[in-house]
Structures are given as C-alpha cells and as structure tokens.
C-alpha cells in the first residue's frame, strides 16, 4: 500500500496508489489517514495527472539522527555515538517530490544524506521497543539536506539542517512495512542519474525501535512527527542545476532538482 497526498490544482488530497508502471492510478481517500481510517471516495485520478505533495508536513517536528551509520561517521572523521544523537528540525524545511532544493544564500558547501523516514501514528511519550510497531504510522523516503559548512561552524545544527527547503520527504508513507522489514532495506542515492550512495538499513547503528524509543523519551511524539534514521557513507555536495534522487527498497524514489535562489 503506498499513501501519498497530492493535487491536481485544488486543495490537496489523499489517495492509495495502485496499478503497474505508467498506469498508476490515485485512489482518493476521505480526510487525512493519519486521523481518519482509509475510506475510499470512488474518485480515481491517474497518477501522471497529479502532482505529489509532500506525504505529510509535520505539525510539531521532525527529529533528526547523526551519525547512525558507522561508514558515515568514519568518512565525516567523528566517532560512533554511545546513545543516539537528535536533533531538532523545523517543518517549515519540509517540501515533496519534484519541488526544488534552494541552496541557502551564504553557504558555499551543501550536502545530501538519503535517508528512512519514519512516521508517527498516534501521540506517545516513553515507548518501550517493544510496543513502537504500536505508534509507527509507516515510512518514506527523506533526503537531509545539509549546509556542511554551516553545520561545522555553527557548533550546533539548527540552521545547517533546518533552512528552508533542506527536507524533502516522499513520494509516499508506506504503512505496511513492519520493523522487520525496515531492518534490511536497500537506500541509494543518486546524482544525476549517478549512484552516489548505496547502502543498507541493516548497517544503522541504532534500529528504528531504539530511535523511535529513545526519541519519545526526549519528546512527547504527535501524529505526523518524522523521524529520519541516518544516512551511509557517500554524501556529497550539491551544485545548482543537478538533479539529486533518493530510493529506498519497497518504498520509492524521492527526486528533486537543486538550484539557487
């Protein structure tokens, strides 16, 4: 099942999309699936006639994870973290597939780290590991966008992870992964058609159970939050002009052009 929220020129919508390659179809869905259940209207729109939004556009936040892949660690020249490292991102960073990275004004270095994104279901604080499949709406794709040098100089990553723009997430939540599944998921990164990053979320550091725990011991955790689970060895810089996609096994392809503004 692949949920994505789209428009086709009104207010935007939800659908489940089905169908083969190419003949794609968008079955619309009553309101919002994080709050409603999944209730087909009987509309269909083809998919090649919808433009894909982001899937969701947290109300409170997307926490973000460094360094929970070893070979990403060691290329960036840092150590493993003993306990997962968060932060925080604003959900004004936040567009879909197809909508244009903006290299921020000042910045002469940055970065894409394709990444699992996982999406909160329900409100929950202190969830044991075992009972996050409990609070997990589903998964997308993410891209964490990045202003290397700013996230070196700042010494802290608020404005080099959070600038307008800098988080892509999509084409579409998946709600019937299980954590299993999400253990063992093929993620690659690609620059103008270019494979840059290919890696696997069984090398994270910390599993999404432990990170969705861990955040919501931080963080009481709202239906819609996002939390991305790191990224592998292979960032590297964007230049205005490229193309820069991001695909994880089972879920899609998140492509967005980069330019400046």
């Known amino acids: 099942m692949r949920i994505t929220r789209f428009t086709t020129g009104d207010d935007p919508r939800f659908g489940l999309v089905e169908g083969d390659a190419g003949e794609e179809v968008i079955h619309v869905v009553v309101g919002d699936p994080l709050y409603a259940p999944l209730q087909p209207t009987g509309e269909r729109v083809p998919l090649a006639d919808a433009r894909l939004l982001a899937p969701v556009i947290p109300r409170s936040k997307v926490v973000g994870i460094g360094r929970n892949y070893a070979d990403?660690?060691?290329?960036?020249?840092?150590?493993?973290?003993?306990?997962?490292?968060?932060?925080?991102?604003?959900?004004?960073?936040?567009?879909?597939?197809?909508?244009?990275?903006?290299?921020?004004?000042?910045?002469?270095?940055?970065?894409?780290?394709g990444e699992l994104a996982v999406v909160i279901g329900r409100v929950c604080k202190d969830v044991p590991e075992d009972r996050?499949?409990?609070?997990?709406?589903?998964?997308?794709?993410?891209?964490?966008?990045?202003?290397?040098?700013?996230?070196?100089?700042?010494?802290?990553?608020a404005r080099a992870k959070g600038f307008d723009s800098s988080k892509p997430l999509g084409p579409y939540i998946v709600p019937d992964l299980t954590l299993e599944d999400v253990e063992d998921l093929r993620l690659q990164t690609r620059l103008d058609g270019k494979t840059v990053q290919d890696g696997t979320t069984r090398d994270m550091v910390f599993g999404v159970a432990e990170l969705v725990a861990t955040a919501s011991r931080a963080f009481t955790l709202l239906p819609g939050d996002v939390i991305l689970t790191g990224t592998p060895a292979g960032v590297g810089q964007l230049r205005e002009g490229q193309r820069v996609e991001v695909e994880v096994e089972g879920i899609g392809v998140l492509s967005n052009p980069v330019v400046r503004r």
Not at 76 to 102: C, H, Q, R, S, Y
Not at 132 to 157: C, H, I, L, M, S
Request: glycine fraction near 10%; aromatic fraction near 8%.
């Open 132 to 157: 996050v499949a409990e609070v997990v709406f589903g998964y997308t794709v993410a891209n964490d966008v990045t202003a290397r040098d700013w996230q070196k100089g700042d010494g802290q990553w």
């Open 72 to 113: 990403h660690a060691k290329e960036m020249g840092n150590e493993l973290p003993e306990k997962p490292l968060m932060f925080l991102v604003p959900n004004t960073a936040v567009i879909g597939p197809g909508d244009p990275v903006v290299l921020p004004e000042g910045s002469e270095r940055v970065d894409y780290e």
